[in-house]
């Protein structure tokens, strides 16, 4: 691997870690949890690992040496920090007792499955130290959800000595971990589960876990872009750039970009689905806000849109709920089928005002829904180009008006989609502590028995010294909810609160950020410099600890 000299210099960044964690630490337990949800059926799912405490490290005496081998494995999509979390739990590991072997399955959780799987090594580690992207062992989907699974991944876990398995996750591989945790609980194998919070979509937050990590990188890399472009449409003022931007379902992505360099219109879909819009009204909004700033003559302007949206109208969300549902109980009899019956047969076996709204959705948005979901039962928004189709219908209604001598502007746009951009950018300095202090917090609820637990670190909005680390039972965070037309157990995933203070603030101000030029060019990442400037954290957190004060 050839190394940048950015990444040379930054490989000798040493993340800030909490007070609790900087020498040997002690378990301070808190009042046993429930779930926040469901709470019967939950306790009765995980008998084993349902109602333990939170808990927090605070410092304690040396211990002895404890021998702990350990597996990770990475979920999902990268992260911005996902490597520092690994190198976290290895250094603190080593630190434990230096004959500890620290394994990563290889390509997700189907490394575990497949045997798949290399010993880090210092030397190995040391060369992906405060770096972005997944590549040290990658990552991917496979969904650890059958007992075959287990009893395969107990089989190399038991040939390597392994003491326990940290899954670095979103929301469905930590509610995979805690499934894990609960079997080898009940099975008595004596191996350990533990999660970590991942997502750069920001939606695996609760009264626990402040944020999850990659949230802040990506979105610092997202802004800078979106910055960027609205320099470029205020210096050539001829376009408007709709620009979607990653996040499967919440718009927390969104939201924050929006709060940073506050553009003319940003979409948020917990909004719509709540104020029940139909993509004509969505499409007139936008169209307005457009002849609005034509009449000042400003041809030009920025629209961000979250990618789930096309989920939240609620009426495309009623079609993908039946159509999970039926593309789940469906199997050749629907695959085998050629595009066109395809289409053909989801009209047949819809509902009257399912098939009224799929009848009338662009070509290329229909086919995409109907296509298969992904392994965890989600429809692959990433794919759907709603920058465009949006763009599309604003220009057609712009045109419709113009007829009507209702607008006598000019309309021309330009699309991004920025979310790859940013998943593998190198760890803000946020990211970085953070990440390194959530693997050695991991790392520590190991050596302190636990299972079932996530890692996560609080206060963060303080300096890194005084953030607080610990674990949370992950059962705590469960509910009940609808999968692959079957009822389960899932964490709850976060959406954009409207009446939290993140969106209040984006509420109260984007009225004149559409009339106006308000733009806000946030600029690259910082790693080195005065602290407000490199160290601080995304508008959402600052909002939220803020007002919990
Ligand atoms: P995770 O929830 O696994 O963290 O992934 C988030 C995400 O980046 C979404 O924002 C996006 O919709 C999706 O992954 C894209 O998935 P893929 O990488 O498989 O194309």
Known sequence: MKTSLLQKARAQYQPKLPKGLQGAVKVKEGAATQSVGDQDEIKKLFPNTYGMPIIEFVPGEEYAAREMNVGIILSGGQAPGGHNVICGIFDAVKRQNANNKVYGFLMGPGGLVDHDYIELTSDYVDKYRNTGGFDMIGSGRTKLEKEEQFEKGLEIIRELGIKAVVIIGGDDSNTNACVLAEYYAAKNYGIQVIGCPKTIDGDLKNAQIETSFGFDTATKVYAELIGNIERDANSARKYWHFVKLMGRSASHIALECALQTQPNICLVSEEIEKEDMTLNQIVEQIATAVAQRAEAGNNFGVVLVPEGLIEFIPAIGRLIDELNDLLAAHGSDYKDLD???????????????????????????????????????????????????????????????????????????????????????????????????????????????????????????????????????????????????????????????????????????????????????????????????????????????????
């Open 339 to 549: 595009k066109d019956a395809q289409h053909a047969y989801i009209l047949a076996h819809l509902s009257k005002e399912n098939a009224d709204t799929f009848a009338t959705l662009p070509e290329d948005v229909a086919r995409q829904l109907s296509l298969d979901r992904d392994p965890h039962g989600n429809v692959q928004v990433s794919l759907i180009e709603t920058e465009k189709l949006l763009s599309n219908m604003v220009g057609a209604k712009l045109d419709e008006w113009k007829k009507e001598g209702k607008y006598k502007g000019s309309f021309a746009s330009q699309h991004h989609f920025f979310g790859y951009e940013g998943r593998c950018a190198a760890p803000s300095n946020f990211d970085a502590d953070y990440c390194y202090a959530l693997g050695v917090s991991a790392a520590n609820l190991i050596a302190n028995g636990k299972t079932g637990y996530m890692a996560i670190v609080q206060n963060l909005s303080a300096p890194a010294e005084d953030w607080k680390a610990g674990g949370v039972p992950i059962t705590m965070m469960m509910n009940m909810e609808r999968r692959n037309g079957e009822m389960k157990p899932v964490i709850r995933k976060a959406l954009v609160e409207l009446d939290g203070a993140p969106f209040k603030k984006f509420a109260e101000k984007r009225d004149e950020w559409a009339r106006e030029t308000c733009f806000v060019y946030p600029g690259p990442i910082q790693y080195w410099g005065p602290s407000e400037v490199c160290d601080r954290e995304t508008r959402t957190l600052a909002l939220e600890n803020e007002a919990k004060k």
